[in-house]
C-alpha cells in the first residue's frame, strides 16, 4: 500500500494532478470573471466553462490544522504523529495537505508549498516557515 493513498484524477482534476506530478501548483483563472480555482469543470461563481491554467506562488498560510494520533486509514499508521491541515493559498483557493517543517503550527503561519512523489505521483506538502 502506498503512503499516503492517492486520489485518482477525475475529468476536474487530471490537470491539477498531471501538473503535481510534474512538481508544479497549477491553478485555473476563469476566463470569464477570473475567479481562481484548483480543479473544476464549471466556475462556481459566474458559471463559466473557460479557464486559463497558471502557476501557484506555493505561499500561503494555514488557515486550519489538526494533528493526527489515531491512523483512520491503515497508510497513515507509521507516520503518526502527523499534522495536516488547510491550506488558503496567496491566490486564494485553499487545499488539505500534510504541514511539514519544524516551526510552530499555528493558524494564520506562513507555509511553502513542496513537491515529494509517492510511486511516481506527484503530491504537495507545505513547510511551516519560521518567523
Request: proline share 8%.
Amino acid at each position: 500500500m502506498s503512503f499516503p493513498p492517492i486520489p485518482e484524477p477525475d475529468a476536474a482534476s487530471a490537470g491539477f494532478f498531471a501538473a503535481l506530478d510534474a512538481q508544479r501548483l497549477e491553478l485555473r483563472r476563469c476566463t470569464a470573471c477570473g475567479t481562481v480555482h484548483l480543479a473544476v469543470l464549471v466556475c462556481d461563481a459566474c458559471g463559466g466553462s473557460g479557464f486559463a491554467p497558471f502557476l501557484a506562488s506555493g505561499a500561503g498560510i494555514v488557515h486550519s490544522f489538526t494533528r493526527l494520533h489515531m491512523a483512520h486509514h491503515p497508510a497513515f499508521a507509521e507516520a503518526l504523529p502527523l499534522t495536516a491541515g488547510v491550506v488558503e493559498l496567496a491566490e486564494g483557493p485553499r487545499l488539505f495537505a500534510r504541514l511539514v517543517g519544524q516551526g510552530p503550527c499555528a493558524v494564520g503561519a506562513p507555509v511553502m508549498a513542496e513537491f515529494s512523489d509517492c510511486d511516481g505521483r506527484g503530491l504537495v506538502v507545505f513547510s511551516l516557515i519560521a518567523g
